[in-house]
């Protein structure tokens, strides 16, 4: 509902439309608490406007382009060509649709909507500043701080001639040639994107490789998949500066070295949390070095009656994580569950590359140096899966599982290949739950599929 009339205090207010904002603001108010939810910018924040919707949508669309490639090694003849301005009116419009979903279910919920820039005022009290109503000042029992991050922007020099993911999402064509500096999920699933649509693409690394905290035997495979689909791979170069000329886009590392000649480059270096104008420190909120706001594993602030979820307190910056945070909150404030909280052990995450990477728990370097290299033991395959087995290259899929001795506790589950995106849901179950390698060994197999390969690992 828009907001009328007297909204001096509540149970719960809410700052930020994002994910974990939606979510917890809409558990509580289902709880039958009187809630707030105060939002400046687009209702769904980064993941429904400049994230995870609109990038999985652009997946798709490179998905297909692969799928059409592949159809003649299937027999049949293809010609295609996108028009990429349609394709962006077209996910324009089934992301707008999706606000107005988010914010029928506000209304449906009872959770007054507030749109207006919020800042603390004191730990209890919020000041909003609408266009339709002025400034308004909002009391409230608890408050929750869920104001997301945005893309960081390097300080160095030109780095305002270069986009960053908010902006890929506004562009009207696809450059010729593209330079995407970052080697995390955001630069990876944008170079696969960019390159599977016809785009020559760069990805600029600082270090070595793409996706460094990865288990090895995955990122390995990424390294040459994304060579062979035609990416250039640029690593140990240290970024000092971007400038422009009639030639286009020049990069110069701190050494001296030059990657030039670009229609386009895109910052993908990673987040910065929105905790900058918003009252934290005049009230008392403790910030870490990178300005994430510090909480205890319950979502609580250094101060009582503040807490915070999401890509603000900086833990996992992934959107089901902030849901997930966000209703348990909820539920312990004000549903009757006073142990309800986030274990942030064993999160499941998928990169959208392609092809993609799905993985949950530990991997093998890190499994090594939490309990020894001898207290563990790996399987791992290496396949064609039968998709590709017609094609004249046939990327490989490769599946790894991390155990635990004696008894073999699956901890760790790395896969990359067609379909593992999907494949990785019930896998984290199983390891969430403590399935052992026997445990899977005792499943019967389905097939043909490439995620049996799991079940019949020796």
């Known amino acids: 509902m828009s907001a009328r009339g007297d909204l001096r205090h509540f149970d719960y207010v809410v700052l930020g439309g994002g994910s974990g904002g939606l979510a917890s603001a809409r558990r ?33 669309a490179a998905e297909l382009a ?9 027999g049949f003849s293809s010609q295609w060509s996108l028009d990429y301005r349609e394709f962006k009116q077209t996910r324009d419009r089934y992301v707008a649709r999706l606000r107005g979903i988010y914010r029928h279910n506000l209304e449906k919920d009872g959770v007054v909507l507030i749109e207006g820039f919020g800042r603390l005022t004191g730990t ?9 109503l002025g400034t308004s000042r909002l009391t409230a029992n608890a408050i929750l701080l869920a104001t997301g991050s945005r893309p960081l922007r390097p300080d160095l020099p030109g780095s305002e ?21 970052g080697s995390g999920y955001v630069a990876v699933e944008l170079a696969g994107v960019l ?46 500066r971007l400038t422009r000329t009639e030639a286009g886009f020049t990069l110069e590392s701190a050494g001296g070295a030059e990657l030039t000649g670009f229609d386009r480059v895109v910052w993908a270096i990673g987040r910065t949390p929105n905790t900058r104008d918003i009252g934290l420190t005049e ?3 403790d910030l870490d070095e990178r300005g994430h706001v510090r909480v205890d594993p ?20 992934l959107t089901p994580v902030a849901i997930a945070a966000g209703r348990r909150l909820a539920d312990r404030l004000f549903g009757g569950q006073p142990d309800a909280k986030l274990d942030y052990e064993d999160v499941p995450t998928v990169v959208f590359s392609h092809p993609p990477i799905a993985t949950v728990g530990l991997t093998e370097a890190a499994a090594a140096e939490r309990h020894s290299a001898a207290a563990i033991r790996v399987y791992q395959t290496r396949f064609t899966d039968m998709y590709s087995g017609l094609l004249e290259h046939r990327p490989p899929t490769v599946m790894k599982l991390v155990t635990l001795l004696p008894n073999e506790r699956v901890i760790g589950i790395h896969l990359i290949g067609r379909g593992v995106d999907e494949i990785v849901q019930g896998f984290a179950v199983a390891l969430r739950m403590g399935a052992t390698k026997a445990d899977l060994d005792r499943t019967v197999a389905i097939h043909p599929t490439s995620a049996e390969e799991l079940v019949t690992l020796r």
């Open 124 to 132: 209890h009290e919020v000041s909003v500043d609408s266009s339709s």
């Open 28 to 60: 509580a108010a289902r709880h039958g608490a009187r809630v707030a939810l105060v939002e400046a910018a687009s209702l769904g924040g980064t993941c429904v406007n400049v994230g995870c919707v609109p990038k999985k949508i652009s997946w798709n």
């Open 66 to 74: 692969v799928h059409l490639n592949d159809a003649r090694s299937y």
């Open 195 to 240: 390159c599977s649509l016809g785009s020559q693409v760069t990805l600029v690394m600082r270090g070595p490789g793409p996706l460094r905290t990865f288990d090895a035997a995955i990122t390995s495979v990424l390294k040459s998949e994304m060579e062979r689909a035609g990416i250039t791979l640029a690593p140990d170069f240290d970024t000092a």
């Open 298 to 317: 319950w979502q609580t602030t250094s101060q009582r009656g503040l807490y915070a979820v999401g890509d603000v307190i900086g833990h996992v910056d």
């Open 161 to 181: 001639l270069g986009d960053t993911s908010d902006e890929f999402f506004g562009w009207e064509e696809l450059p010729r040639s593209i330079a995407i500096v």
């Open 283 to 285: 009230v008392g909120v």
